[in-house]
């Protein structure tokens, strides 16, 4: 039996994470949902969104860490794939090949509009991909830009609605 690979990706607020727990839910089999150890803002040992709404995920630095436990589990859940390094990609098709589904949840790009590479290395092997959109803070038009609003300039910056904002790409380009 052939796996899958499901990409959910958006910018900041879209709704990546509440759609993979949706899909989770609407899963008749067991499942393994994963976060990376880097993601602390919420809870350390579950995914939750945005909403609050949160299931209980394994905390792993690899994917590869989860191979020992996938023997009759065929549904994969990863949130925050780009805080995954570039490995996420082959140990998806792996997972792939011993016939799960892995259903992905990433941003596509940074503040800076810049790609994460695993995500788009992602989004290139998938067998299906569905782009969110949030909805613009300035002008209600669909937003597709994660806008940093401190002055924090590493790539990875780990924050909420305090930190960052969906902007559509004019209002993104007008604060630029």
Do not use: W
């Amino acid at each position: 039996m052939l796996g899958r690979i499901e990409v959910i990706t958006g910018c900041m607020f879209s709704g990546k994470s509440t759609e993979l727990l949706r899909r989770l839910h609407d899963v008749d089999n067991k499942f393994i949902l994963l976060k990376p150890m880097l993601d602390i803002r919420y809870s350390l040992d579950e995914v939750i969104t945005h909403s609050g709404e949160k299931k209980s995920a394994f905390v792993v630095n690899n994917v590869s860490e989860i191979f020992n436990k996938v023997n009759n589990i065929k549904i994969i859940g990863i949130d925050e794939a780009q805080f995954f390094s570039h490995s996420i990609i082959e140990d998806c098709l792996k997972l792939k090949k011993l016939g799960c589904t892995v259903i992905i949840a990433g941003l596509n790009k940074d503040y800076l509009n810049e790609e994460f590479k695993s995500v788009y290395g992602l989004i290139d092997i998938a067998d299906s991909t569905t782009k969110l959109y949030a909805i613009c803070n300035r002008c209600k038009k669909p937003a597709s830009r994660s806008h940093r609003l401190s002055n924090e300039t590493s790539k990875i910056f780990l924050g909420h609605k305090d930190s960052y904002e969906p902007l559509c790409k004019k209002c993104y380009e007008n604060v630029k």
